[in-house]
């Protein structure tokens, strides 16, 4: 009985470590091409999308913060 409760708990952890690699590759692939599509931009449109993502990020982190 322990022994099957072992396997089906090693079993359930190897799914979830394939998972879990899975979802950092295709993570990994979004941020890739979110760089690439970044760096593409003119220097002035550059600026700009940063400064943005960065006031929207900040307003998140602010948000949570203040619940």
């Known amino acids: 009985?322990?022994?099957a409760l072992l396997v089906a708990a090693a079993a359930a952890l190897a799914f979830?470590?394939?998972?879990?690699?899975e979802k950092h590759q295709e993570?990994?692939?979004t941020v890739d091409d979110i760089e690439g599509q970044?760096?593409?931009?003119d220097p002035v449109t550059?600026?700009?999308v940063?400064?943005?993502l960065g006031a929207d990020s900040a307003k998140?982190?602010?948000e949570r913060v203040s619940d």
Do not use: E, K, N, T
């Open 60 to 62: 998140v982190i602010h």
């Open 38 to 41: 970044v760096a593409a931009l």
């Open 16 to 21: 979830a470590a394939a998972q879990l690699r």
């Open 27 to 29: 993570v990994s692939s």
């Open 46 to 48: 550059r600026a700009a």
């Open 50 to 52: 940063l400064a943005r």
């Open 1 to 3: 009985m322990r022994a």
